[in-house]
């Protein structure tokens, strides 16, 4: 075995995930999201919204008023309300004495794949009903449609006073986000960081219709069907909200408080196509995951799981796969696996959800599926797949997440069993 | 409106700002910021939501009046007397 780049260096230059919280349509922790993965649950449902009408997308029930006062609820964004879930829920499972930590070092770090279009809508909605008199128009418009909006209000709730922004970077941005959680980790301009990715694009209508009249909205009369990644009859991506926040912590002080460690980051890349606005580029995708690889000593052989970020489109999964197999087209150990058939895109959140649910697989050494595959699309036939049903795989040891977006941005990130 | 339906209307609009408070026991002589966790944005939210219930243009030097319920319900009498 290949050493990793990381396991040289001192613990206070490595980076390990010691807390995760999360809602995603399917579980409102964990554990409950990987026995949805575990046992084919889907979080997609039929859905309504203005304009649009009826469509299917990826719901989330998490208690609102767990960890906010309804004040604060009605003052904020619903993104601002999934990233304050999920961090408080990461924080309670990192077993951190929040009492005691020193609220100038916590950083949070939040992928977006957008921010205020639901909020923008609706004030526009509101005011429709008053003749378009700006008059009517709210004073919390400025504050919820911030780009740092659900970052900060995660600050404001928990009283953290380090720094704290969001990361623009489409739907590579839950990787996005716990890249750049680690990186000012390593930077030391905080000792523990609050880093993932929110998505509360379910409540804009924009988002279902430019999918929509790109042919790339999907459809299906059960939802819990709708998402179907390599199936050769998808037909397009299911929008999905949720939100997935890490408690990263340099290993030293992880060790020194005993922390549960769920694995270690050794590797990531984030690189651009510069080819289209939205189609992908295999070959950039390829070099993203070489390069998150190189940086972590290892070679495609020694992954187990791969985390595909495939949507359900026709042209993004086939392009995936076929980057996929310009990475991994000699390695029998790796399996792939996609998330999104059982909750949809979500967005800014997919890629940090997307490893949660996969980091179990260190404990319980299984590679969860891949669902609604009912006949797999040739084009993206690969040795690996784990279709249907997941697989028992043993003890891995690697774990690489990959994580697109539009206008070219890919990110991946490897973490390794600790 | 009666005084008092007015009272009941300020009620309400403040239910829905400041939906955590118990307003059974709010005192109409005590500036609403002594009583209730009140911030400038929630009280441009009273202002707005006179606007938009009522069409109630509250000018801005005139904000001073809405401090209490008792001088909230007094500047918005001769302004509701006919709704």
Redesign the interface.
Known sequence: MIATTTSRLPDSRRIVITGVGLTAPNGNSLKEFRESLLNGRSGVRDYEIRYVGKTVAGVCDFDTLRYQ???EL??GTRAGSVGIYSSHEAVRDAGLDWDHCDPSRVGVYIGVTEHGNVETEHAIYEIKG?NYDT??W???HN?RTVANNPAGEVALNMGITGPHYTIGAACAAGNAGLIQGAQMLLLNECDVALAGGVSESIHTFGIFASFKSQGALASHADPARASRPFDIHRNGIVVAEGGCMFVLERLDDAKRRHANIYGELVGHAINTDATDFVLPNPDRQAECMGLALKRAGLAPEQIDIVSTHATGTSSGDTQECQALRQVFGTSSRTRFNNTKSFIGHSMGAAGALELAGNLVSFADGVCHATINVDELDPACAMNGLVLNQPQEIGKPEYILNNSFGMLGINSVVIVKRF | MTPSEIRAEVIDILG?????EDLSQLKDDLPFREQL?LDS??F??IV?EL??RHRI?VAEEDYGQLASMDSTVKYLEPRMKDL
Do not use: G, N, T, V
Request: charged share 40%.
């Open positions: 006062a309804r004040r009605r003052r008053y008059s009517f709210s004073h919390h504050p | 829905d700002i400041a939906p955590d966790e944005m929630d441009l939210d707005m606007r938009k243009q």
